[in-house]
């Protein structure tokens, strides 16, 4: 692997990116992980149909309406 910050951090922003947490996603001009976010209810404990069945999705939010558009951001990086 390449130790130029600058480099690597060009290669992450071609790159998809995936993973557990947050799913798939991709890397903005300001280092911003993009990805969609996820609004959650509590089920009640009638709703529940086994261990860890807490949570029922109410809404995705797409990452372009989840995060500051880059140009309202300010970040140095972008140029």
Known sequence: G???AAKV???MKEMPTED???GKGTIRADGRKMHD????RVKKPDQSK???DYFET????PAD?????????G???VK
């Open 58 to 61: 109410v809404a995705t939010i």
């Open 9 to 11: 951090m060009a290669k």
């Open 37 to 40: 976010m996820y609004l959650f």
């Open 20 to 22: 557990p947490l947050f």
């Open 65 to 73: 309406k989840a995060f500051r558009p880059l140009a309202e951001g």
């Open 75 to 77: 970040c140095p990086l």
């Open 2 to 4: 390449d130790k130029d």
């Open 50 to 52: 086994g261990p860890w």
